[in-house]
């Protein structure tokens, strides 16, 4: 593993660009050309979405992404996203595929929007600049999830790993009752945070009150595309790209928890907080969503400038997607996780009992 990870940091930008770029923009090809040629066309975009991702996680090159695409890249996937979902809402209203082709064009759309489109909207609200920020709102609200934006940025990072977090699955809770608690409390919890924001600064609109807006408009125009089989289809897209967010939650925060200190507060966030993935192209598919760890102890850094150290982060056995897939049969993911949730908490412990001893053993030997 360590030599392959050589090989990623040596390849040429020229190799690398397009192999880290064709991940997330492939898909949306497909799905652009499958609304409107039909054909086979929508089933290769399901293809690309699940199948490919597998092998090329399995038998495909590793690879790093390149600086260059950290300014383009996040706006291209924008842009992509902003196509394929009115164009797939109007197909799946229209009477140009049949049955088959609109069911495999509406969930490689779901899957594109929770894995893809989710994925570039969370790198964009993360930026300092206000374009790329309202952009990321705009592609969150167009999945009626513009509530994500507050709860993500004022309630899980900072409390990511406790209890205080509904985002944050302690160890042997399944995902469904996880689900279920967490997508009532990210609304209520962010709302509340935005709340006492308002009150400090004197807003004068409510970010929740953009939120719902926006998501009003998107259904006004998924009707004016597709009539009431448009708003269905774009209701049960945003459903299923949502319960990709909770899943991708839920794997990459299950069972790591902060202590909490001595004055009441939540140790930092570490290395140790995150479940990560190595796979390079469901991590190009997802702009390198799957290094966790790097992201919550450096919020602002670029995705393209995300680390993975293996012996310092948990590692997940296989990757983000086949690991969310595991994790909608609760029993069999408590099989695969437990253990090593508990590997790892043991080893924070000895660590800090090591810490400990080191800290006293001058004073005890004077």
């Not at 394929?84 to 759309?109: E, M, R, S, Y």
Request: charged share 15%; with cysteine; proline share 6%.
């Amino acid at each position: 593993m360590q030599q392959r990870g050589k090989q990623k940091v040596n390849m040429s930008p020229f190799r690398t660009i397009p192999l880290f770029s064709t991940a997330s923009l492939l898909p949306a090809a497909c799905l652009f050309a499958g609304a409107f040629l039909g054909g086979g066309w929508p089933f290769a975009a399901l293809i690309s979405m699940t199948i490919l991702v597998i092998a090329m996680d399995r038998f495909g090159p590793g690879f790093e992404a390149h600086a260059s695409l950290a300014k383009g890249l996040p706006w291209a996937v924008g842009a992509a996203h902003f196509a394929v979902l009115p164009a797939t809402v109007w197909a799946l209203g229209a009477d140009t595929l049949d049955i088959g082709q609109k069911l495999a064009l509406g969930v490689a759309l779901g899957l594109y929007a929770g894995q893809v489109s989710n994925a570039c909207a969370h790198e964009l609200i993360h930026r300092s600049d206000h374009a790329s920020r309202w952009l990321g709102i705009a592609m969150y609200c167009s999945l009626l999830n513009g509530q994500h934006v507050s709860a993500h940025l004022l309630v899980h990072h900072v409390h990511a790993g406790t209890a205080k977090d509904p985002s944050s699955a302690p160890v042997g809770r399944g995902f469904y009752r996880f689900a279920a608690k967490a997508a009532r409390r990210e609304f209520i919890d962010g709302w509340r945070a935005e709340t006492r924001r308002q009150s400090s600064h004197r807003r004068r609109l409510h970010p929740y009150a953009m939120y719902l807006s926006g998501a009003a408009f998107t259904l006004g125009i998924a009707a004016l595309l597709g009539g009431w089989i448009g708003c269905i289809s774009l209701i049960a897209i945003s459903l299923h790209a949502q319960m990709q967010l909770l899943l991708s939650d839920y794997v990459q925060h299950y069972g790591l928890r902060r202590r909490i200190e001595a004055n009441g507060k939540p140790e930092p966030m570490s290395p140790a907080h995150s479940w990560n993935a190595p796979q390079a192209y469901s991590a190009a598919l997802m702009m390198n969503a799957p290094r966790h760890s790097d992201h919550h102890m450096r919020p602002a850094r670029r995705f393209v400038d995300l680390q993975l150290e293996a012996a310092q982060m948990p590692v997940l056995p296989r990757s983000m997607p086949v690991m969310a897939a595991i994790a909608l049969f609760p029993p069999l993911w408590r099989h695969v996780m437990d253990p090593r949730v508990a590997v790892w908490t043991d080893a924070r412990n000895v660590q800090k009992a090591q810490d400990a001893s080191s800290f006293t053993q001058p004073i005890m030997s004077r």
